[in-house]
């Protein structure tokens, strides 16, 4: 069954630097998601992303982070200057069309020191 | 804003039981709702899901119940197994446009005691 790939699995970065996390969605999916989970807190919607643009981002998606989907099947996310706050499971989704249920990758943990 | 409310944290049950997981939601706009399952280290797993047109959607051991004026829904797992222990999250979305995202609650731990 296709799924959702995340690469790393793990990145530790210190406060202030730049990380991109990556994701393949599912090869014929149209809807792209980035949501986080904070230790011991529920998932938190991020950014969606369709038709090579952003369509809906949350409070939490301000001017440090941004999407790209640079090559069609690529779907990155970049934090540009981490906050330890920044420290969290990310984790990527796509879904092939309309109420059409969100597959998730197995995520990246980001830990800022 | 809690928009979806899971308000059990856990549960425990015994194997060959019924699980039953509870959610309730504010958002009278939510249209569309999912049961995921998560095991540690993993990403959310999708498992079942229903729209606000039914009150009833079921697939194999799994039943979801949608309870529109009482806003409630809930995941009903029978029988229950060892390996169904993991995190439920109850998720929902409203329609206003195909890419809205997806409300999460924030989960009950199952635990299935063999």
């Known amino acids: 069954e296709p799924e959702v790939t995340q690469t790393p699995s793990h990145q530790v970065t210190q406060m202030g630097q730049e990380v991109i996390l990556r994701c393949v969605p599912i090869s014929n999916h149209l809807y792209f998601y980035w949501y986080r989970q904070i230790l011991g807190q529920k998932v938190e919607f991020l950014v969606s992303?369709?038709?090579?643009?952003?369509?809906?981002k949350s409070e939490i998606f301000d001017d440090q982070f941004s999407v790209e989907r640079p090559d069609g099947s690529n779907f990155t996310l970049k934090i540009r200057s981490t906050k330890l706050e920044d420290s969290a499971m990310y984790f990527c989704?796509?879904?092939?069309?309309?109420?059409?249920?969100?597959?998730f990758g197995n995520g990246t943990r980001l830990t800022v020191t | 804003d809690q928009q979806v409310k899971q308000n059990s944290p856990s549960l425990s049950v015994q194997e060959g039981r019924i699980s039953i997981l509870n959610c309730d939601y504010t958002n009278s706009m939510f249209d569309y709702f999912l049961w995921y399952k998560k095991y540690p280290a993993e990403g959310p797993t999708f498992l079942i899901s229903?729209?606000?047109?039914?009150d009833k959607n079921e697939d194999g051991r799994f039943t979801v119940f949608l309870n529109k004026s009482a806003k409630h829904l809930s995941l009903h797992i029978v029988p229950s197994q060892p390996g169904d222990s993991a995190v439920y999250f109850c998720a929902a979305s409203a329609p206003f446009s195909g890419n809205t995202p997806l409300v999460f609650g924030k989960g009950t731990r199952l635990s299935v005691i063999a």
């Open positions: 992303f369709y038709n090579n643009e952003i369509s809906e």
């Open positions: 989704a796509s879904k092939s069309g309309y109420n059409s249920p969100l597959h």
């Open positions: 229903i729209s606000s047109i039914k």
